[in-house]
């Protein structure tokens, strides 16, 4: 049986985080619009996405932890414990959100944004541990960056796991966990940003995906889903989401585990 290891990176907190900060919102603006003249999206969802900057939060992690949860999935978090490409929360801004989500039973690691100096990189594992009172469960890097030394790096500084590795040319790297030094390394799989924005042709596309890492032989199928479109702005890839949980839930030749279960059947 194959194992489906489900995580959300938790890129956007609040509003006012990007104001003055970043440009998230004018190239979100001129984004949107350019999906809308090209019927990508609904006039509703342009307006929700343009309005957004308005509300007070931009998460949606409420509404995602209530649907793993009735789905018994148990999901993983990653936070920002540095500010970068369009992640702008500070570490504190984000401590009463990960202590929520920590105590709904869910894990939550750290949404690395230094990924080759070790200092930088072990601030932000320093951060997380500081600002919770407990160790990070592992770590993603933003917008999956690694070179070859980031994970040797990671290893030394004690995380358990980085599920980092991704294949930008081919949506995904289809290979099984292996050992760096003593973390494991889980390669990503399916990313939601790396699939068709319809809902009809993501479903497609993971199919695809889903029969060649079945022909590889691959044993662990990694997926990430950002919490920020499980909502109306996005109504495509939220059904998509739905969709997933539920093609791995139904099938004989997949179980949803999490990364620490996988962790103690691998050692």
């Known amino acids: 049986m194959i194992k489906v290891i489900i995580s959300h990176d938790v890129d956007h907190l609040f509003a006012k ?4 900060r970043d440009l998230i919102y004018p190239k979100m603006w001129v984004r949107s619009t350019i999906q809308l003249i090209k019927r990508e999206i609904t006039l509703k969802e342009w307006w929700l996405r343009c309005t957004s900057c308005f509300r007070k939060v931009r998460h949606n992690l409420d509404a995602l ?45 750290v949404h690395g944004i230094e990924y080759q100096d070790f200092d930088g990189m072990k601030k932000e594992y320093d951060t997380f541990k500081e600002i919770t009172g407990f160790a990070p469960c592992g ?31 081919n949506n995904g790297t289809r290979k099984n966990p292996y050992k760096v030094g003593e973390m494991w390394e889980f390669p990503l799989t399916i990313m939601d940003a790396y ?12 199919l695809d995906l889903l029969e060649e890492s079945k022909r590889k032989g691959i044993e662990c199928i990694t997926v990430l889903f950002h919490d920020n479109q499980y909502c109306e702005d996005y109504q495509d890839m939220r059904k998509w989401y739905e969709w997933v ?14 990364y620490n279960t996988l962790m103690q059947e691998l050692m």
């Open 17 to 20: 985080d990007h104001w003055f």
């Open 65 to 109: 932890m209530d649907f793993d949860e009735q789905h018994g999935v148990k999901s993983t978090f990653f936070f920002g414990m540095n500010q970068g490409l369009g992640m702008s929360y500070k570490p504190e801004e984000a401590k009463s959100v990960i202590l929520k989500v920590n105590n709904r039973g869910f894990a939550t690691g």
């Open 139 to 169: 770590i993603r890097m933003h917008y999956v960056r690694f070179d070859d030394h980031t994970f040797e790096k990671l290893s030394t500084i004690g995380y358990p796991f980085d599920t980092t590795e991704f294949d930008k040319k």
């Open 195 to 206: 699939l068709p924005g319809k809902y009809e042709e993501a479903k497609e596309a993971t």
């Open 245 to 258: 949980i539920q093609y791995f839930m139904e099938s004989v030749d997949y179980e949803i585990v999490s």
